[in-house]
């Protein structure tokens, strides 16, 4: 699949608004009060930026932008219908977290209620952002039980990333944010090490002579176009496999020094913002990867011998 | 709306001869001819006669070579390649906005071309790349089965086919419905073994392929297998005029 920016842009920025959105809201659960309404006003403008940077991209890759109000119509059959839904009922729950979190509502009794809410509706976005592309299945890489999952911890390990850094900025104890934020990418490095396992191990099964039912001999010798078409441009992106491998081998390094960035930030706080730049630079690096190697079937058609 | 028709009355849909199929893109030509001015209007194409063409085609011609097994003589295949008005076609249920649709009463897969977004995720859904995005339009395009001519009493009734039916000059292409076992399609296909492309995706297409039929293979005369002259008047004749002809003199 072409690993087009407006997408990786939506997928990575949003991911990490939503998951600093919903670590925020269990904050809230937890801690009740912000110790600064500046402290709570950035980092809420800062994952509500993000997520709004994300839903602009993506809306500006329509090409319709101005109709967009109607994908919010199918949520009965379509995932990117509930994503859109999720991603507007979001705003109004996270501004009344917001409101009464930052105590400029003085309710500080609903915080907690609230903060559960946000934290529920930020993931249950992520969670339909991930079935979008976990129920293709015309591309067996992202089919596969793993991808939700890691869409999850993705979000929870970039918002994270984000916090402990604004943290260290504001000199305030992260607290429980940065176990959390040190389990999530765990889990994301370990998911993301099964889902390529899984992606590596399953069959290639779909083959030319399958889709075209022209036998096992069968091979491309003419193609249906003067120039690459639409279904090349947008499907028929193969990345290779050695720059494959090494993408994910620098993918892995990079979450490891975020790891001995966060542990150092117990000790220094300012550790912290380095580790959310390079985490930001392996995001890029996995989301492009997403899509480079989702290999789609119709290529079968195009020349690729199996898939 | 983007749920399924839980069975359609008819199942609408084409039948094609890749035995008989010849290449020509007259089917391709064609349906660009009358969708760029009908239902999927305007289908432009970009830079049309520069180096750089780019236009969405609802039909697109494949070549496939069967290499040669043993015994077998190769072979190339022209394979059109279309919508194949799937009866399960996730293309539709992806679609957030409900700007793609099935038809309860004919089974024909259409795209509303005034609510489409053109977010192109049914392209992706697609394992036959039947979709394309007009970039000029902002919107997907897809076969229509020629929704505007099948019912169309302004046509004369033997025009009522799709285009690229009508315009096939093998009669390649075949037209109806495949839901009627008894119609003239499906008995096609059963006489002719047809076949779905790739079933295993479970999209079940109601478009089938006919395959290519088995050549013959009658082995061909060899130079040794020419018969032997029979010294004959008009045999030596023959080898006097090739021997002058040849150059050789004697």
Redesign the interface.
Known sequence: ?NPAYSVILFTTASGAGYGLLALLGLIGVRAGLPTSLLFACVTLVLALGLITIGLLSSTL?????E??W?????W??????RE?VAAVLTYPVALAFGLVWSGLAPYPHAIAALGMLTALFALTTVFTTGK?YA?????RAWNQPLTVPVYLFFALASGGALYLAIAALFGKDPDTVAPVAGFALLMLALLKFRYWKAMDEAPRD?T?G??????D???????????????QR??GFVVARRHAKRLRSLFFILLAIVGLLELAAIAAPAFALPAALIFLVGAWVERWLFFAEGE???T???GNPSA | ???LPETTGKKLGLVID?DTCV?CQACATSCKEWNTQGYSAPMKDRDPRG????G??LN??????????SGQDSR??H?P?SCLHCETP?CV???????SYKRAEDGIVLINPD???????C???????AR????D????KKCTLCVDRIYNENLEPEDRQPACVKACPTGARHFGDLGDPESAVSQLVLERGG?D??P???YKPTNK?L??RTKRNTPQPGIEALPKGDGSAMDRLFKLADRLLSGTGN
């Open positions: 699949m890759h329509l090409g319709r932008p109709r967009a109607r994908a919010l119509s199918q009965k059959t379509s995932w990117l219908s859109g979008i129920t293709l299945t015309t591309i779909r030319m399958n889709a075209t039912g022209l036998g001999t069968v091979r491309q010798w003419e193609v249906p176009h003067t120039s690459t078409n639409f279904v947008e499907m789609h079937v119709v079968l058609f195009y | 709306m983007t749920a890749l290449g180096a750089d063409i780019d969405p085609w697109r011609i494949h070549g496939y070579e069967i290499e040669p097994q190339v295949v394979f390649r996730a249920t992806v679609c957030p906005t409900g700007a609510t489409c977004i053109g977010c192109k995720l392209s992706w859904a697609c394992p036959y790349g394309e995005y007009d970039v339009h902002g919107v997907m076949f492309l790739l295993e995706m479970g392929y395959p290519p």
